[in-house]
């Protein structure tokens, strides 16, 4: 009879483990951004395992902010695409926040004839460039208007490509947050 008894718990817990497996969250941990194979001028977004390869288990709606703007974004076996076509080079910051963690990363997108590129910028790259800058115009002091001749002209690129201060600053702390933790 005791027999029985844990014969029946064994075939209820293995008849829930389906439930319990469809149950777990799937979670964007981390992403990249790609051109859309259809190369019609729109990007990608590719959701990543822990290994770096695309996580194909990841279906439905999740929820990005692109630029400053809230926008969900319909996933099918880990890639999503958004609504929006680039139609010149540009930077772009996507961020996408879950339970457990946030991301942003920044992208320069480059448009040429060929499609888009889109290339992955460090936020730690908007303290390092400037500071190895004013290093060097420390170190000649005759060149110290260069220099800030130098930084106008970077940020006035920056600003003239759509990417203003605030979001500058959102990436230097999203980099310097998934540095330190």
């Known amino acids: 009879m005791n027999k029985n008894k844990t014969m029946k718990k064994i075939i ?11 149950a777990q ?3 964007i941990q981390n992403f990249i951004v790609k051109e859309n194979l259809s190369k019609n001028g729109k990007l990608a977004v590719v959701a990543l395992d822990s290994l770096g390869n695309t996580n194909e288990n990841i279906h439905g709606n999740y929820l990005f902010t692109i630029n400053g703007f809230s926008q969900t974004l319909q996933f099918h076996e ?8 680039i139609e010149s080079s540009t930077f772009v910051f996507f961020s996408h926040k879950n339970q457990q ?29 400037p500071a190895i800058v004013l290093g060097i115009a420390y170190m000649f002091k005759k ?7 130098l930084a106008i002209v970077f940020f006035l690129f920056n600003h003239s490509q759509g990417l203003d201060l ?8 999203s980099s310097l947050k998934n540095l330190i933790g």
């Open 143 to 149: 060149v110290i208007m260069t220099a800030i001749a």
């Open 101 to 129: 963690t946030s991301k942003g990363r920044l992208f320069y997108i480059y448009k040429s004839d060929s499609g888009l590129s889109p290339f992955a910028i460090s936020g730690l790259m908007f303290l390092i460039i």
């Open 12 to 22: 209820f817990f293995l008849l829930l483990i389906p439930f319990w497996a469809a």
């Open 78 to 85: 880990g890639v999503a695409v958004p609504n929006q076509k």
């Open 166 to 173: 605030s979001k500058i600053f959102e990436s230097i702390f």
């Open 25 to 27: 969250e799937q979670n």
